[in-house]
């Protein structure tokens, strides 16, 4: 093939063949939840900080103090919350992040909470090479492992990037689970050109996600454009259908962008929301992927 070829050009083992590199497998989607929980709920925090502006050599002083803002603000607000309701949550740490806040990362794991990979510096992983990046990711589980003291087991790629050597190294470095694609909405197999990699995923959407709501960048126009209250309601309505259909309901936020004093009142009102069902399962990561696996339908 021709590096000139269009996509449209491309003979159908090209564009096959690129479909097939990661597909997701067989649902994993278990028939019940421990203790006859009607659903599960898996809260994540996605702790990037200052990465967010270094990982691509960028030195901006305001940027970086926003990052900061996650740090000095942002986490300990949720802490507060997530003690109070007793609910234990998987906090995703680039490698960088932990070095600066080695305390921070520690008190995740102290308190119970997972900590899983999230990349190095925030790195655009679906663009180095793949030496560079089985590296890199490698050398993030070493750092987190030093400074927790626990051995992540799960991965969710910065900015959920993958790239064509993502999921081989996810699965030679022997992670229980990935969480980064957005192909269902319950733990299922990921397949890596057809044949299982027994890597669990467990994904992710943009829609449970509190960054595409409220980032702003104002080089480049992009400005928030949901008021809080019409957040809660997306939370709450996604938490709603999974817990019809009996099934796991997953959120992802950043310390930086909801532990606002005008945003984190989402995060406590809708775990109360929650609450008030009294069938919910809270679970990190983790520990929803290793149910899942072992009880599958």
């Known amino acids: 093939m021709s590096d000139e070829q269009q996509p449209w050009e491309w003979p159908e083992e090209i564009w096959r063949g690129k479909v097939n590199r990661v597909r997701a497998g067989r649902s994993l989607k278990p028939a019940t939840w421990p203790g006859g929980a009607r659903c599960a709920v898996a ?42 309701h007793d609910v234990k949550a998987s906090f995703y740490v680039p490698a960088v992040v932990a070095l600066l806040y080695p305390d921070e990362t520690r008190m995740f794991a102290d308190e119970g ?7 190095w510096i925030h790195e655009r992983n679906s663009i180095l ?9 490698m050398r993030s589980a070493d750092t987190l492992e030093t400074i927790a003291g626990v051995r992540p087991v799960g991965i969710r790629t910065p900015s959920w990037d ?12 022997g992670l229980l689970y990935d969480s980064s694609l957005m192909a269902d909405v ?17 994904p992710v959407e943009w829609i449970r996600d509190d960054a595409v709501y409220f980032n702003m960048n104002r080089f480049s126009a992009l400005r928030p454009y949901t008021p809080p209250e019409a957040v809660f ?27 606002y004093r005008s945003r984190i009142w989402i995060l406590e009102r809708l775990i109360e929301r929650i609450e008030d069902t009294g069938d919910a399962w809270f679970a990190t990561h983790a ?8 009880n599958a339908a």
């Open 43 to 84: 809260l994540s925090f996605d702790v990037d900080h200052e990465t967010n502006e270094l990982r691509d050599g960028g030195q901006s002083i305001g940027a970086m103090s926003r990052g900061q803002y996650g740090n000095r603000q942002g986490v300990p607000r949720i802490m507060e919350i997530l003690r109070r």
């Open 113 to 119: 909470h997972e900590v899983g990979i999230h990349g």
């Open 129 to 137: 090479p793949p030496d560079a990046e089985r590296e890199l990711q």
């Open 162 to 173: 993958f790239s064509p050597a993502t999921l081989e190294i996810t699965r030679d470095m």
């Open 186 to 202: 319950d733990c299922h197999e990921l397949l890596l050109d057809g044949g299982n990699t027994g890597v669990v995923e467990l």
């Open 233 to 259: 309601d997306i939370f709450l309505r996604e938490f709603e259908a999974a817990h019809a259909e009996g099934g796991l309901f997953q959120l992802t936020m950043h310390p930086h962008v909801t532990g």
């Open 287 to 294: 520990q929803v992927v290793a149910w899942a696996r072992d």
